[in-house]
């Protein structure tokens, strides 16, 4: 119902003047908008107590609560579902509830599950940790960059391979269909984060991926001001994810940040082709600057992932490492003397941010698994932001003068 004049004002503020569809007063026509509207509702309206019956039944689709389904998030959900070339998506609050979700769907206690030595540190503390201690999973850590060692890992009692390519924060990258082609015979689900390539640039999909996952807090958001997450795959797949997990553990994201991100999703390819070309710029001026000892972009023809990124990427991506001379101290000056770089975590913002994943991210690995998973404790890693490239080296040109 909506409220009258006559209403109480406590009423009123309740029920006020709903500007739905059925209650537009000028009686117009519904669904006319040309951006996707904000549907902040917590619960929609049975037309009868039949009607609601149906839905919980599963013989509508009607909406019913936003933790299971939203109209913003469906459209959300719908359009990076047809972005990664998936059949389906589900949206989550953050890309560490996807990672979680989908875990928790594929794997139960006592089942063993491969995942790759160079993650997001909490992603990585999620596996070699929480799934352990809390679910009794059975996690093995592998160097998914050699398909020799994924191929000896494998075997049909595997509930899931996790990988994520380009990777956080090395950018070392993993051959997706050589993974894909290892797990299907042995019908394991390969899982992609394809945070960092964004669909723009990578659809692990084409290449045999089963189920893809964004953390939506970076290029997909693109400008830094909310978190969620997000997992495609088939309608099956998903419909399964939805049934088992996702409405009863309850990590729904909310239709507002749902929003946000079908807004940053208009500009994603123009924002895009300007963090790819600005990254560039950038890993080549450091691979020439005296104080650099070693680059990390997958888009220098000198980096050994250079071919493979060619085959399974439409562009580099905007983010880069390297290491200084001078170890973790030298690291640490040139860090704290940057001005335009804002030493932040997160990453595929407007900002250009910089971060030491050692101490920061990446914390969650021991100092042997930061040594066994190539992340130096000086390492430096940047997300090249919409700055002027120029006014970035130049940036950085005066932070490596202090060491
Ligand atoms: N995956 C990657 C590659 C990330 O870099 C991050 C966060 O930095 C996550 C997943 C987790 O996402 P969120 O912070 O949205 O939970």
Redesign the pocket.
């Known amino acids: 119902m909506s409220a009258s004049s006559k209403t109480g004002f406590s009423t009123k503020c309740v029920h006020g003047r709903k500007h739905t569809d059925k209650h537009d007063p000028h009686g117009r026509k519904p669904f006319g908008t040309v951006s996707t509207p904000i549907f902040m509702s917590s619960t929609f309206a049975f037309e009868s107590v039949e009607h609601g019956a149906k839905i919980f039944a599963g013989e509508s689709k009607d909406y019913t609560y936003t933790r299971i389904g939203n109209p913003t998030t469906a459209a959300l959900e719908s359009e990076v579902a047809f972005l990664e070339g998936a059949e389906r998506g589900l949206a989550l609050a953050?890309?560490?509830?996807?990672?979680s979700h989908l875990t928790f769907h594929l794997v139960k206690p006592g089942e063993k599950f491969l995942y790759a030595k160079t993650?997001?540190?909490?992603?990585f503390a999620f596996f070699s940790h929480v799934c352990e201690s809390h679910f009794k999973m059975k996690p093995i850590v592998i160097d998914a960059t050699n398909l020799d060692e994924v191929a000896a890992a494998i075997d049909k009692d595997t509930k899931m391979l996790f990988i994520?390519t380009p990777?956080?924060p090395t950018l070392a990258l993993i051959d997706i269909a050589g993974c894909a082609e290892i797990a299907r015979k042995h019908g394991v689900p390969l899982v992609v984060?394809n945070?960092?390539a964004t669909p723009y640039l990578q659809n692990p999909i084409e290449f045999g991926a089963d189920y893809v996952?964004?953390?939506?807090?970076?290029y997909l958001g693109g400008h830094g001001d909310l978190?969620?997450?997000l997992v495609v795959g088939s309608e099956e797949n998903m419909a399964r994810l939805h049934k088992d997990i996702y409405v009863d553990v309850g990590g729904c994201l909310s239709p507002f940040n749902a929003w946000l991100v079908l807004r940053g999703i208009r500009t994603l390819p123009a924002r895009m082709d300007r963090h790819c070309k600005s990254a560039m710029e950038i890993a080549q001026f450091l691979s020439f600057h005296p104080k650099v000892e070693q680059v990390f972009y997958p888009g220098l023809r000198s980096n050994p992932d250079y071919h493979l990124a060619v085959k399974q990427m439409r562009n580099f991506g905007g983010m880069v490492s390297f290491l200084v001379k001078g170890g973790r101290e030298a690291a640490a000056k040139m860090a704290d003397n940057a001005k335009l770089w804002t030493l932040a975590?997160?990453?595929g913002d407007v900002d250009s941010l910089l971060s030491v994943p050692a101490s920061t991210?990446h914390s969650t690995y021991s100092n042997e698994e930061l040594r066994a998973a190539g992340i130096d404790p000086g390492l430096i890693r940047l997300s090249v932001g919409l700055e002027d490239v120029d006014d970035l080296i130049e940036d950085l040109r005066d932070a490596l003068r202090t060491i």
Do not use: I, P, R
Request: aromatic fraction near 6%; glycine fraction near 16%; charge should be negative.
């Open positions: 953050s890309g560490m509830a996807a990672v993650l997001y540190g909490g992603t994520e990777s956080n984060d945070t960092f996952l964004h953390s939506l807090t970076k978190v969620g997450g975590v997160s990453l991210t």
